[in-house]
């Protein structure tokens, strides 16, 4: 039976733990916050399908999120939905409440696994809505929230928000914020491989592409492969995993295949219709691995993996195999490469620029002024770390050090 109760002006209502809900309207926009996930599904998925966002926004990647990480971790969703007088949505904002520490932070859902965050907008939001109303929302909105037994939080903490959401104008950076320690990279792509191949890629590098791939071509067959079963992109998926855990063990990281609900994660969302699974035979050799994801004309460069058996792993099969990925996303019809997040040097060679992320940090009670100061400073020493090239490469150093001496015991 639900029940229905008024706090601080507010509506909430509760049918059952997981299933709670709270409302308010604000300059003619009415906002529904819902914790059932299942329960905003289909108007989710409607949304999605016309709104500017990313595939980190989808329904498919933040559900399958939840039911494998969320929920065993008591993170409860806060799914909230702006509508117009006509009800028709303006944006959705998939944002969650977990606990840290002491203390309760308000987040976008699956944060730790989006390389992108932040709202899905209608098209013409920025027409619709200004950024004083928005900001009046939002601050309505965290009240609200504050009020509610279910939602109640101590700290709001945001990362890893882009400057734009498709080409709107991001309303969330009207919040104070600050640069986020990694940049992203993106780039268009054409209609034509060879011709945006040699656009991008200097004479002397694409013979030497060449030839590399001349040397692979003499240990086998190569062959850029889509795995066309589930049983196939199991299989395959697995044999990433594995690759990337040693991957990691080098470089002194733990695998993050080994955190509660992450390998579980991956083998779902894999068989998402977002997502694309590729692989570079080399012979019967699995060389490189990819999970990709698609949406909306983008591809997303997620994770990959290479064989690190020496005669192969000289030659090069990861960039290969991203020479592939790129033709087919040509070949798809997709109108963007996206690298997504971090600032490995190779994405400088298809990309012009860098994309500055951003995040906010406020707190709401005492509690959460004590882990915002902790959370500031470890964020202060990340960034300078990662802008001092000195830093980062004595860094990187000790780093995998010390996973060559883990390995060895």
């Not at 698609?294 to 090069?316: F, I, P």
């Amino acid at each position: 039976m639900t029940q229905a109760s008024v706090i601080s002006g507010y509506s909430f209502e509760r049918a059952a733990p997981e299933r709670a809900h709270a409302s308010f309207t604000l300059a003619g926009i009415s906002v529904d916050v819902i914790e059932d996930i299942v329960e905003a599904e289909r108007d989710w998925r409607a949304f999605q399908q016309r709104a500017d966002g990313t595939v980190f926004q989808s329904f498919e990647w933040l559900s399958t999120w939840q039911r494998h990480i969320g929920a065993p971790q008591d993170v409860r969703p806060a799914i909230v939905i702006g509508r117009a007088a006509d009800r028709s949505i303006l944006f959705l904002l998939p944002l969650a409440t977990q606990r840290f520490a002491f203390a309760r932070e308000l987040v976008w859902l699956g944060m730790q696994l989006c390389d992108y965050t932040g709202p899905l907008l209608t098209p013409d939001f920025s027409a619709r809505v200004n950024r004083e109303i928005f900001a009046n929302v939002w601050a309505e909105l965290l009240k609200m929230l504050s009020a509610h037994p279910r939602f109640g939080f101590d700290l709001v903490r945001l990362e890893k928000m882009p400057e734009t959401v498709g080409t709107q104008a991001n309303p969330l950076l009207s919040l104070p914020v600050s640069r986020n320690p990694s940049g992203a990279y993106q780039t268009p792509l054409t209609t034509n491989w060879d011709e945006f191949y040699a656009a991008k890629r200097s004479g002397s590098t694409r013979r030497r592409d060449r030839s590399k791939r001349k040397h692979l071509e003499a240990l086998g067959k190569v062959q850029f492969v889509e795995p066309a079963t589930d049983a196939e992109r199991r299989d395959t998926l697995e044999t990433m995993m594995q690759q990337k855990a040693r991957s990691f063990a080098r470089m002194g990281v733990a695998s993050l295949f080994e955190r509660p609900g992450y390998a579980a994660f991956y083998r779902a969302v894999s068989n998402e219709p977002i997502a694309h699974v590729s692989r570079l035979d080399i012979g019967s050799h699995p060389g490189a691995i990819n999970l990709g994801l698609m949406a909306r004309g983008r591809y997303y460069h997620l994770l990959a993996s290479y064989t690190d058996e020496a005669d192969y792993a000289r030659l090069g099969p990861g960039a290969a195999h991203l020479l592939e990925m790129m033709a087919n996303a040509i070949r798809r019809g997709c109108s963007a490469f996206d690298f997504t997040i971090g600032d490995e040097p190779y994405k400088l060679d298809w990309c012009e620029a860098r994309q500055t992320l951003h995040d906010h940090l406020s707190a709401r009670t005492p509690a959460g002024a004590v882990v915002v100061a902790a959370r500031k400073a470890a964020l202060w020493a990340k960034r300078s770390i990662k802008e001092s090239a000195a830093l980062w490469s004595a860094f990187y150093k000790l780093r995998a050090a010390a996973g060559k001496l883990f390995a060895l015991k």
